[in-house]
T-cell receptor, first 116, second 112 residues
Framework: GAGVSQSPSNKVTEKGKDVELRCDPI?????LYWYRQSLGQGLEFLIYFQGNSAPDKSGLPSDRFSAERTGGSVSTLTIQRTQQEDSAVYLCASSFSGPSAQETQYFGPGTRLLVL | GQQLNQSPQSMFIQEGEDVSMNCTSSSIFNTWLWYKQEPGEGPVLLIA?????ELTSNGRLTAQFGITRKDSFLNISASIPSDVGIYFC????????????FGQGTTLQVKP
């Protein structure tokens, strides 16, 4: 597609339920990133993929968070047993290669997650 | 961990006014980036700075990479209503392998 797409755009769930967030990167981009943006805050790095591998998972807040990428394309971020503090906008980005300072990251519109 | 302190947190200005925002850090960054995020959208890269002292313009936007490599500013001249949004600074450090470090954002509102 022309840009990074994410689904769903909005998700409301009950505390304790699992959620899956999907990211479709720009076609041909090998690197994919997940960020979390809490209200009034900057973006917090969660994880990135180079191909299907995740060299850096250090940003995942807890073991309730996991992510995978298949076929070097689509990625899914899963949050198990959601908590209210998980409420945030989850942003996905992709870059042609990298990550590096010379590689522009293109962001999707995000998934707004609200945990009641 | 590494942090970027961005100020001001928000600005409400009159159309036509100039705007200035900045980011500082206690750590050295090798690259500074400035992004703009509009409501319901992801951030979009505005300007990238790669060398200490570098001054770069993109239309009405001007950004500088501080000499100490610990700060950067973004200026917007002659603001217009479509400048409304959240502006983020972000940086890469020499030890960075995949993480962009983001500032907290500056929310800009422009009154026509």
């Amino acid at each position: 597609g022309a840009g990074v797409s994410q689904s769903p755009s909005n998700k409301v769930t009950e505390k304790g339920k699992d959620v899956e967030l999907r990211c479709d990167p720009i076609s041909g981009h090998t690197a994919l990133y997940w960020y979390r943006q809490s209200l009034g805050q900057g973006l917090e790095f969660l994880i990135y993929f180079q191909g299907n591998s995740a060299p850096d998972k250090s940003g995942l807040p807890s073991d309730r968070f996991s992510a995978e990428r298949t076929g070097g394309s689509v990625s899914t971020l899963t949050i198990q047993r959601t908590q209210q503090e998980d409420s945030a906008v989850y942003l996905c980005a992709s870059s042609f290669s990298g990550p590096s300072a010379q590689e522009t990251q293109y962001f999707g519109p995000g998934t707004r997650l609200l945990v009641l | 961990g590494q942090q970027l302190n961005q100020s001001p947190q928000s600005m409400f200005i009159q159309e036509g006014e100039d705007v200035s925002m900045n980011c500082t850090s206690s750590s050295i960054f090798n690259t500074w980036l400035w992004y703009k995020q509009e409501p319901g959208e992801g951030p979009v890269l505005l300007i990238a700075l790669y060398k200490a002292g570098e001054l770069t313009s993109n239309g009405r936007l001007t950004a500088q990479f501080g000499i100490t490599r610990k700060d950067s500013f973004l200026n917007i001249s002659a603001s217009i209503p479509s400048d409304v949004g959240i502006y983020f600074c972000a940086g890469w450090t020499s030890s960075n392998t995949g993480k962009l470090i983001f500032g907290q954002g500056t929310t800009l509102q422009v009154k026509p």
